[in-house]
């Protein structure tokens, strides 16, 4: 879901080309490979692909362990508090 809403908000920054580095292997293997889930997880990454495929000229799904990504990560949790 998160995925879901960062897609939302970048398109609402009216971003074309966008690079979106995630720490979870399963979504960047759905992107990259096409695994299929039949569960609602795949239904929210279906339509994560079809706002993508509707919203970006050019995308980039990476898959970025969270260890390499702590700075982003703390930030990320101290702007909650």
């Not at 293997?29 to 569960?39: E, H, Q, S, V």
């Not at 993508?52 to 990320?76: G, I, P």
């Amino acid at each position: 879901m998160g995925h879901l809403h960062a897609i939302q908000w970048v398109h609402d920054l009216t971003f074309l080309n966008v690079n979106f580095e995630l720490d979870a292997k399963k979504v960047v293997d759905f992107y990259i490979k096409g695994k299929k889930d039949i569960l609602e997880f795949g239904e929210i990454l279906e339509e994560c692909k079809r706002c993508c495929n509707l919203y970006f000229e050019n995308l980039k799904v990476e898959f970025s362990r969270r260890k390499t990504n702590d700075v982003a990560h703390n930030f990320a949790r101290e702007a909650v508090f």
